[in-house]
Structures are given as structure tokens and as C-alpha cells.
């Protein structure tokens, strides 16, 4: 008889199922099944659940990409883990053979295979990745912290394409999971100067605690004011970890000449007008970074510095039949990140 698990399927327009389905199954030599511990729900999730979607996910597929889990079983040809590991997961399969991955770029991979989207992820008791995708964390190592590794890789990536100095002078956008994720990262790289730009009260206290020094209410505040009263001018960094189209036209004009700007927020719904001889003129360089990119070491170096206490921002835990309270929480912005325990 075939082992049955309880998984969070996509229905498509917005609905998401929770239901019993097949455990899966060692169909690959490379194949690891992992039994899944914790499990974050991440913005991506809600706006594939959006309607319409901001991200496209394939229905029939088991959401889910941040996670951690014990490696149950393993395939005849895997040998960098055995049953009884504890692993994080690269959740983005590349094929490593399309243009962009023969430059190096794998996160840009033409052909990649998202975990949650296009295949089966880890809203579920268990998931299948392949070997290469897995990496080893300490067995002491909290699930809940582990669940972060996806994530902070991200952060760790966008740390990566703009390299901040200690004295450069930095704005973050936003001050939910990812927001809080580059103050912390900022503040370890030995940045002093972080503002960060939130409406929501809550969460300008998060930023705070966070370790940002200045924190602005994008609606309300003259932000260009205060930068020039406080920093006596404007920022060298700006980072958008929101993705509404409208704050690309608000960092242009609260950074100096040549400085760089990060968009790392992303969602397909949102446009934005800006005015390209404005970035000519200034010398502005606009970059991006989507998903992971030789990353995940770094950032589960982060998380093993108990003094960064990442772990303070996961605010609330949901057992998977109640997966649609935790997306409640976290579209009421209630939540800064909520972890599903399957």
C-alpha cells in the first residue's frame, strides 16, 4: 500500500488545498527524501496565491520552498548525504547546460525548476530534491532558524551585487522578512549608517530592533530632508525589498552621484515610469538579484552568529491544516515571518 502524507496543494486562482497525497518516492539515482521539519511561507507564495497571480505557479504542484528538513532516504549515487543529515535546500533545480548557466549565472538558468512552483516543494511531511541542490546543517541547528537559509541566500545575494562599505550610507525599503534581513546583513558587514522606510508602525519597530539607526515612513516623511539633517546628504545604497513600482521612482532621488540601487522585491503586477536621463545624468547604477547565487554557505554562516538572532523574526508558528491562517497573517502584514510545521 502506498504511504500516504498530508501536502498543501495549488489548486490554481488562489486556492490552495490541503489533502492527502502519495509520499514521494526515490525515482533517481541523485534523489534525496527528506522528511520535512519546518517549513517558511514566503512572499512568492502570496503572490502566487494572489489573484491575479504575481508569480505563476503550476496547479496540481505542493507550494512550499523554505525549508528544512532529516534526510530520510538517499539514491544509490548520492554520496554528500546519509539518512539521519539535517539539510537545507537550494529550492530552484538549473539545468546547467542553457546559455546563462554556461556563463555562470545559474540563477538566471532558462530552464530552471522551481521547488513550490513547477515541482513538488515542502508544504508537505516530506519532499524529494536532488543531492546537488542540499546543504548540511549542524544537527543543533533550531528548524526554525534552518528555515531561514533560502531567504537570507536570497539577501545574500543581493549583498553580493552591490558590495556596501562600512561607510556608505544605506536606505532599505520595507521592513518585513527580506527588509529585516538586508539591516541585519548590513549591520554584519559593518555598515553604520541604515535607514529604513516602512508605513506600518509594527514593523518600523521591528526595523529598529533590527539594528536601523533611522527609520521613515515613505507616506509621511520628507525621507530627503532627514538624510541631508542626519547624514548631511543622501544615501549610497538604496535597496527595495518590497517590489511596488513606485519606490524605484522614490530611490532616485534619495541617492547621491554614482550611487547604486538594488531591486530585489518582485512582483509582476507592478510597473513603474521613471525618467532614464535621470540615471544618465547622475550616474546611477540600477542592479538586481533574483534568487540564489553561490550564496547559501554565506548565509548559513549568518545564522550560525547567535549575535545577528535571526530567530527573533519569526513571529508565529502554524501546523500545515492551518497553512491558510499563516498566509492570513502574513498578507495582514501581522506576521514578519511564519513558519509550517507539517
Not at 20 to 36: A, C, G, L, N, S
Amino acid at each position: 500500500m502506498t504511504r500516504q502524507m498530508k501536502a498543501a496543494v495549488f489548486a490554481g486562482n488562489g486556492i490552495v488545498n490541503i489533502k492527502d497525497v502519495p509520499v514521494p518516492q526515490i525515482t533517481r539515482p541523485d534523489d534525496v527524501i527528506i522528511k520535512v521539519k519546518a517549513c517558511g511561507i514566503c512572499g512568492s507564495d502570496l503572490h502566487v496565491l494572489s489573484v491575479p497571480p504575481g508569480q505563476y505557479a503550476e496547479p496540481g504542484t505542493i507550494l512550499g520552498h523554505e525549508f528544512t528538513g532529516i534526510v530520510e532516504a538517499v539514491g544509490p549515487e548520492v554520496t554528500s548525504v546519509k539518512a539521519g543529515d539535517k539539510v537545507v535546500a537550494e529550492p530552484n533545480v538549473r539545468c546547467g547546460i542553457c546559455p546563462e548557466c554556461r556563463r555562470g549565472n545559474f540563477n538566471l538558468c532558462r530552464n530552471a525548476v522551481n521547488t513550490g512552483q513547477h515541482r513538488d516543494g515542502a508544504f508537505a511531511q516530506y519532499c524529494r530534491m536532488p543531492e546537488k541542490q542540499l546543504y548540511l546543517v549542524p544537527q543543533n541547528m533550531p528548524d526554525h532558524l534552518a528555515a531561514l537559509a533560502e531567504p537570507l541566500a536570497c539577501v545574500m545575494n543581493g549583498m553580493q551585487r552591490i558590495n556596501p562599505r562600512p561607510s556608505e550610507k544605506v536606505i532599505v525599503f520595507g521592513a518585513g522578512a527580506i527588509g529585516l534581513f538586508f539591516v541585519k546583513a548590513l549591520r554584519r558587514h559593518g555598515v553604520k549608517d541604515i535607514m529604513a522606510a516602512e508605513t506600518m508602525k509594527s514593523r518600523a519597530a521591528d526595523a529598529g530592533k533590527a539594528g536601523a539607526d533611522i527609520v521613515v515612513n515613505p507616506m509621511t516623511d520628507d525621507i530627503a530632508s532627514i538624510m541631508e539633517e542626519n547624514w548631511g546628504g543622501l544615501a549610497d545604497i538604496a535597496i527595495d525589498a518590497v517590489g511596488a513600482g513606485v519606490i524605484l521612482e522614490q530611490m532616485i532621488n534619495l541617492v547621491n552621484c554614482g550611487s547604486r540601487i538594488l531591486i530585489f522585491g518582485q512582483n509582476m503586477t507592478q510597473k513603474s515610469t521613471i525618467r532614464p536621463g535621470d540615471i544618465n545624468n547622475r550616474e546611477l547604477t540600477i542592479t538586481a538579484a533574483l534568487s540564489t547565487k553561490n550564496s547559501f554557505l554565506p548565509a548559513i554562516n549568518l545564522l550560525l552568529d547567535s549575535s545577528l538572532k535571526f530567530e527573533e523574526l519569526v513571529t508565529h508558528t502554524v501546523k500545515l491544516e492551518d497553512l491558510d491562517k499563516g498566509i492570513a497573517l502574513m498578507r495582514s502584514q501581522k506576521a514578519v515571518k511564519v513558519m509550517v510545521e507539517p
